[in-house]
Structure formats: structure tokens, C-alpha cells
């Protein structure tokens, strides 16, 4: 009675123990699910603002495009006025050609003009020509001619320089709008490259941004992962926990009735001794000289078949341990073996949380263990094919779950393994050392 009494505190212990941790265990998950979603919203609300300013760059950049077009097209029309002037130039040319020619002709007229009233002395020439007129008549006509001659004298020195001028100021004009066209040519394309270097700094900000947006894509993807991964975690653990008290009880039911059978055979040995230590009794009276029998031992218990709480996942050698190394913190133990085909098993029994494929640790299995009343959660990743079992599903130890693989961020064929004392979280704060718990 005392027995039962203890075994009955002992049980209700065990159970309470077990509310309790899977209280304290889903509640957690539960507050990191909520943190999960926290950081989701923030992560949206910088999603839409940095699509806001993508929008606004674009618009930025429509108008800088718009600016570059309008600037371009200036700068055609101004290479054309250019082209237009260079060609009134080259007309200018030939136009001044024949001016310079005409006051080259007039300059060596004047020339002559002056030398030979140089060496007829001049004014002394007009005199000898008016004298030597032979009559009144002859005197007019010397006089008319003189003044004819003057005028066209005075005549080519005014068209000369008008000519000269004329020169001058063609020369000026066309050399005044080509410098203009230049000029405004030169502060064209200085504001088209201007403008040309504000789009390549607007289009490597919206670049950015669009990298920003598709980093904050991918953050937002990795939360809903890691709550889904949460989500199913919390189903597997009540699974688990079920499947594990199940079992428990199941153990205890054979153990009881090996208790009971044990104790029946025992109990039936005992009578059985009883009536032969009886029967041989009763003839040594009558005969006076037998001693009593000695009754035979009980039956030895069954031994019991030795367990491992875990047991190795994979064949292979030890490539890398938990612990710190270049790259950062590793949060579980390599296994590797050459070979195709290198089976991977359940390293407890337990309930499959997630069997998926991720980008970082490819063809993965997460299971959950509640053993001894302790929750663990065990991780076979970079598997070579997809999961050989499924999400919800209940596996015994060393039940086949794939084979080593090069999937995900990994270099080589390999098992990667970790172990969670406790549920799985994004911190990998429950994160141990699986290697005494394989001892």
C-alpha cells in the first residue's frame, strides 16, 4: 500500500513536472512568435517607406530624363545654328575674298594715282593741265575732267572704306555669333553632363534602395520562416509531449505487468516449494529418515536492454565541432563520409517539427524529443534529397530520415547537426554541445 502511494506522489509529480515545462516551453514560443511579428511590422513599415522613396527617386529621375531630352534637343539645335554659321562663315569667306580683292585693285589704283602725282608733283599737274588749255572752251573741259577724276578719286576712297568696313563688321558679327553659339554650346553640354551625373547618382541611390527593399524582402521571408518553423514547433511539441507520455505509460504498463507476472511466478514457485516441503514432511514421519527439501530459487528477472537517450545520426568522422571558429559560432557538429549514400537517422525518438528545404541549411529535419521530462530539439541539415519523413509525423530512434548531402549554404557532403536543449529558437540561445550527449 505504502508502494502505491509513493508510486501515485511519484506520477502526479512526473505529470505536474511535465505542465509545467510544456507550459513554460509554448509559452516562450510563443513570446518569440510575438517578437517575430513585432519586428515584421517594423520591417513593413520600412518596406513602404523605402518604397516611398523609390518612388520618389523614379520621379526624380523621370524629370532629370525629361531635363536631359529638353537639353539635348537645344543642344542639336545649337549644333545645327553653329553648323548653319560655320556655313555663313565659309559664304562670309568667299564674300570677303572678293572685297579684299577689289580693295587690293583699288589700293594699287590709289597707288599708281599717288605715284604719278608723286613724281608730276602733284598739285603742280592740275595746274600744267588747266595752262595748257588752248582755248576757253578746252579750259572747261579740262576743268570737268579734273573734277570727274576727282570724284572718282574721292568715290573709290569712299567704297574703299566702306569696303573696309563692311569687312570689319561681317568679320565681327559672324565671329561674335559663332563665340555666342559656342558658348551657349559649351554651357549645354555642361548642364546635360551635369544633369547626366545626377541621374547616375540617382539611379545608384534607387539601385541601393532596390537592394535595401529586396534585403528587407528577404528578412521578412526569414521571419515568416522562422515563425512557421515556431508554429509547427509548438504542434510538435504537444505531439511530442503526448507521444512521450504515451509511451511512458505504455513502459510502465509492461513493467507492471512483468512486476505481476514476475510476482505470480514467484508466488506460484513459493506454493509449489510449500507443497512439496508439505509432502516431503508428511513421508518423513512416516518413514522416520528424510530431511525436507530446500524449495527452488525464483525466477531471475529479465535484464533489461540498455537504452541511449541519443545515439550518433550518421556514419563518418568529426569534421567539425560546436564552438567558435572563423567564420563565427558553429551551433553543431560536422559528420562527413565519403559516399553517395551515407544514412542519416533519428538520433531520439520523437515528433518531426518541419522537413522542408532552406537557403541556408538546404534539405533540413527538424525533430522534437521530450525525454525524462526535458524537451530537446535535434536538427540533420544539408540533406542530399528531400526528407524521407514528414512534418507532424512520430519516428523512433535510428528511423531513416535521408542521407548526407551538399545542399543549402554548405561546402561538401556532410551532416550537419545540431542540438537544442529545449525548443529551437532564432537566437540559437538553447543551442549545446551534442557531442557528451552521444557519448
Avoid: C
Amino acid at each position: 500500500m505504502k508502494r502505491k502511494l509513493v508510486m501515485a506522489t511519484l506520477s502526479l509529480s512526473l505529470a505536474f513536472s511535465t505542465y509545467t515545462v510544456s507550459a513554460e516551453t509554448l509559452s516562450s514560443i510563443k513570446e518569440k512568435k510575438e517578437q517575430n511579428r513585432s519586428e515584421q511590422g517594423k520591417k513593413q513599415s520600412e518596406l513602404k517607406k523605402n518604397q516611398n522613396q523609390q518612388e520618389h527617386m523614379v520621379k526624380q529621375i523621370e524629370e532629370l530624363e525629361s531635363s536631359i531630352d529638353i537639353t539635348l534637343k537645344e543642344i542639336g539645335n545649337k549644333k545645327e545654328s553653329i553648323q548653319g554659321t560655320k556655313a555663313s562663315i565659309e559664304k562670309l569667306k568667299k564674300e570677303i575674298e572678293v572685297l579684299e580683292k577689289r580693295i587690293q585693285e583699288r589700293d594699287e589704283l590709289l597707288k599708281d594715282r599717288v605715284r604719278s602725282m608723286y613724281e608730276s608733283g602733284g598739285a603742280i599737274n592740275y595746274l600744267d593741265v588747266l595752262l595748257g588749255a588752248k582755248d576757253f572752251g578746252d579750259f572747261l573741259d579740262r576743268v570737268f575732267a579734273l573734277n570727274v577724276i576727282a570724284e572718282q578719286d574721292k568715290a573709290i576712297l569712299e567704297e574703299h572704306k566702306r569696303d573696309k568696313l563692311a569687312v570689319e563688321k561681317k568679320k565681327g558679327e559672324v565671329e561674335s555669333e559663332l563665340a555666342s553659339l559656342n558658348q551657349d554650346l559649351k554651357e549645354l553640354e555642361g548642364l546635360n553632363q551635369k544633369l547626366s551625373d545626377q541621374k547616375k547618382q540617382k539611379n545608384a541611390l534607387l539601385s541601393q534602395l532596390e537592394a535595401e527593399e529586396e534585403e528587407i524582402h528577404d528578412h521578412i521571408m526569414q521571419l515568416d520562416e522562422k515563425n512557421e518553423l515556431l508554429s509547427a514547433q509548438e504542434v510538435a511539441i504537444k505531439a511530442e509531449i503526448a507521444r512521450a507520455k504515451k509511451e511512458e505509460e505504455e513502459r510502465k504498463k509492461r513493467e507492471a505487468a512483468a512486476r505481476a507476472a514476475a510476482e505470480a511466478a514467484a508466488a506460484k514457485a513459493k506454493a509449489e516449494a510449500e507443497a512439496r516441503a508439505k509432502s516431503s514432511s508428511s513421508s518423513g514421519s512416516s518413514s522416520g529418515s528424510s530431511k525436507p527439501s530446500t524449495p527452488p530459487p525464483a525466477p531471475a528477472p529479465a535484464p533489461t536492454p540498455v537504452y541511449r537517450d541519443f545515439i550518433f545520426p550518421t556514419q563518418g568522422i568529426i569534421t567539425s565541432n560546436f564552438g567558435y571558429r572563423s567564420s563565427g559560432m558553429h551551433y553543431g557538429m560536422d559528420i562527413a563520409k565519403g559516399g553517395s549514400t551515407v544514412p542519416i537517422v533519428a538520433a531520439a525518438s520523437g515528433t518531426v517539427a518541419r522537413a522542408y528545404y532552406s537557403s541556408s541549411y538546404g534539405n533540413v529535419v527538424y525533430l522534437n524529443h521530450y525525454i525524462n521530462g526535458q524537451l530537446y530539439t535535434t536538427i540533420y541539415a544539408h540533406m542530399r534529397t528531400a526528407p524521407a519523413v514528414s512534418q507532424g509525423q512520430s519516428v523512433s530512434q535510428g528511423t531513416f530520415l535521408g542521407y548526407q548531402g551538399n545542399t543549402g549554404a554548405s561546402r561538401g557532403q556532410h551532416l550537419h547537426f545540431e542540438l537544442h536543449k529545449g525548443p529551437w529558437n532564432v537566437s540559437k540561445s538553447n543551442a549545446v554541445d551534442p557531442r557528451p550527449y552521444l557519448q
